[in-house]
Each structure stands twice: as C-alpha cells, then as structure tokens.
C-alpha cells in the first residue's frame, strides 16, 4: 500500500532546478505553493526563495561529507515532502540539494506535501505534518530511513523553548534564523552523514 503511494508519489516528483523554477513563477503571480493562499504565505515564500539563493552560493561540504559520500555503494533516491513557504526547508533543501548533486547514487526529488497528503499521513511527527521530510528510498522504492523536519540540533531548542514558553513565536523565529545563520548548514550535513551511513 504504502509503496504504491510512494511510486505515485515519484511519478509526480520534480527535481530541485524545477522546484525552485516554480516556486519562483508562483511568487511572480503573487501566489505560494499548496492550497492555502494568504498574504503571510506569498511572504514567506519570498523570504525563503531569497534564502535559498543565497545558500546555494555559499553552502560548502565539509570534508567529512565528501567522505561520507564516497562510501555509498547502492543508488538510493532522496524523496522530499516540503511546501515554498516553509522556513525550514529553505535551509535545509538548499544543503541535501548540495550533497545529493556530489554524488551520482543519490536522485533527489521534491513532491509538495499539501498534493500528496495521503503520503504525507505515514510519516508524521508528533501527529502533525511536519516539512520538510525526507525519505530514503532504496533500488526498488521502499523507505529505508526518514529525515526531518529540522536539523536535531533545531530540534532540540524547538522541544526547550516549547517547555519553556508553551509555543514558538516570533522571538523563537529569530533566534532559530541566527542559529541557522550561524551554523551555515553543519548540523544538517552531520545529519545526512548518519543518514549516508545506516
């Protein structure tokens, strides 16, 4: 069941090149990917797409990665559930995009969630649909490890400062794109590493 979503999934599935191409005409037409349309959304999405072309200059792998990459000896396909307007795929896809080009085993492809919401049902986190998520697919399309949708280290002050302070608000956002900022994709490498080795 699930595998014959996952193939339906891929059938639909476009690369990263396509997926900022569209993203970019969306916003062109004053629109954001997925069915909601707000003027938050368009901004974010603004926002994001100005974000991932700055990390696609700069984003550098580190010599562990490069490593990392080398030791992979099966074809593996790097699926991700993400929407435009999601502030942490914009720093994140532009570093799996970067470590999947480094390699000719790994074919990344990008599907958006709010279209393939069956799909996006099997891989919650804490029962909410949360993005970017990545599967790991091997040869024949059956997940053998999943992703997101943040970096652990993100992860962890998400889970502190929602003990702390209930919810995530705007002060949270601003310390997360400091952290993000600052931390220039590391973590997330890191991340697809152990992803990489399992």
């Not at 900022?20 to 004053?30: E, H, Q, V």
């Not at 900022?181 to 992803?195: A, T």
């Amino acid at each position: 069941m699930i595998k014959k979503i996952i193939e339906e999934g891929l059938q639909k599935a476009i690369s990263y090149t396509s997926y900022r191409i569209l993203i970019r005409d969306l916003i062109t037409s004053g629109k954001s990917s997925g069915p909601i349309q707000s003027e938050d959304l368009l901004n974010y999405s603004k926002l994001n797409d100005r974000r991932m072309t700055r990390l696609d200059k700069t984003i550098r792998l580190s010599q562990e990665t490069l490593l990392a990459l080398k030791k992979i000896d099966k074809p593996v396909t790097w699926l991700v559930l993400t929407e435009g307007w999601c502030g942490d795929a914009a720093q994140t896809l532009p570093v799996i995009n970067k470590i999947a080009n480094e390699s000719d085993l790994i074919t990344l492809k990008i599907i958006f969630r709010d279209e393939h919401e069956e799909l996006m049902n099997h891989f919650l986190t804490n029962g909410g649909k949360s993005i970017p998520k990545l599967l790991v697919l091997n040869f024949d399309n059956e997940v053998i490890n999943t992703w997101g949708p943040r970096p652990n280290i993100v992860t962890e002050m998400v889970q502190d400062y929602k003990n702390k302070h209930g919810q995530l608000d705007a002060t949270f956002k601003q310390e997360l794109q400091v952290w993000y900022n600052k931390d220039k994709g590391v973590n997330i490498q890191k991340n697809m590493i152990g992803l990489l080795s399992n």
